[in-house]
C-alpha cells in the first residue's frame, strides 16, 4: 500500500516538473520578447529596480512551504539565464575569484552572468567607466571595519551612478590540505579577516604564526603549497580549491557584514522602497551642517547613513557622505535636496536605487 502511494506521489511531482519546464520556456520567450522592445527603445536589459519590483511581488504571493530566500534564489537564476539570452551580462568585480565581492556579485546577478576578476577597486570603475564592462561590484562598508576609503575616493569624480546595494554576510572558515589541529604551523589571510576573527584565532591558535595576504582567497592559494598551513577564507574558496574545512563561522560577530554597490550608467526607476545617495560638502562656519541637514529633518526623511571623510587638497575641511530613505525624483525628496543643494559648496546625487536586504 505504501509503495503504491509512493509511486503515485512521485508520478505526480514527475507532472509538476514537466509543467514547470513548459512554464519556464514560455516564461523565457516572453523575457525574450521584452529584451527586443527595450533593445528598439534603446533601454538596458539589465534594470535592477524592475528586478526588485518582481522579487518583491514573489515575497507578497508566496504563501509556502517554499521559504522565501529559497524561492528568490531560485528566480534569481530564473532571471539570469533568461537575461543572459537577451544579452550577456558583464560584470567586474574586486577579485580574485572565490572573493566575498565575487559572492555578492553572483548572490545579485545570478550564475549566468560573466565575471571579470579586478585587483584593485579603481580597475573595477576604469573598465565601467570606459565601456569594456557594463556594471561593476564594490564594496563601500563593513559593519566592523568601516568604509572602504577606495570606494569613496572614486565616487567623488566617477560619472557612474550607483544602481543597487548588496548586503553580503561575511562568515569565514579555516580550510586546510588536511584536518588535524595540531599540525597547523602557520595561518594565511587578509588583514581584515584577521582583525575579524582575532579572538577566536587566539583561543584556538595561540601559537601558530599569521601572516597577512593580499586576499582570502591568495591565502587559500597559499594553503596548497603548505601542507602545515592554514587559511581564513570563504567556504566557496575552499570548494574551488578543494580544501577541506576545519571550522565554519570563525569570525568573532555574528553581525559581520559587508554592503556593496553595484556601480554602472544611467538611473532606474523608483520601486517604492528605495535609497538616495549624496555627497557634499559645506562652508567652514559654525552651523553649517546642521543648516544642510535641517530640510531632510523638517520634512521627516530618514538619514539611513552620514559619514564625514576629509578633502585630500583641503587641510582640515570635509565631504559628507550621506544616504537617505527615498527616491530622487519624489516629490519631498526632491525639495530637500534641491534646498540642501542650495546650501553646499559641493553637491552630487550618487544614484537612487533599490534598498538591499540586510542579513
Known sequence: MKKALLKELRAKLQQKD???VQLLNERTQLALEIGKTKDAQGREIYDPSQEDKVYDYLRETNIGPL?????KDIFREIISSSRTLQEPTQVAYLGPEASFCYLAAQSHFGRSARYYSQTKVSEVFDEVERGRIAWGVVPVENSLEGSVKTTLDRLISTPLNIRAEIFLRISHCLISLGTHKAAIKRIYSHPQAFAQCQGWLGRNFPHSRLIEVDSTVAAAKHV???RKAAAVTSYLAAATYGLKIIAEGIEDSPLNTTRFFVIGRGQGAATGNDKTSVLFATQHVPGALHQALGAFARDKINLTRIESYPMRDKLWKYLFFVDLAG??????IKKCLTEL???TTLFKILGSYPRGEEP
Open 18 to 20: 514537466l509543467d514547470i
Open 67 to 71: 521559504p522565501e530566500k529559497a524561492l
Open 224 to 226: 596548497l603549497k603548505d
Open 327 to 332: 527616491y530622487r525624483d519624489e516629490k519631498k
Open 341 to 343: 543643494q542650495g546650501t
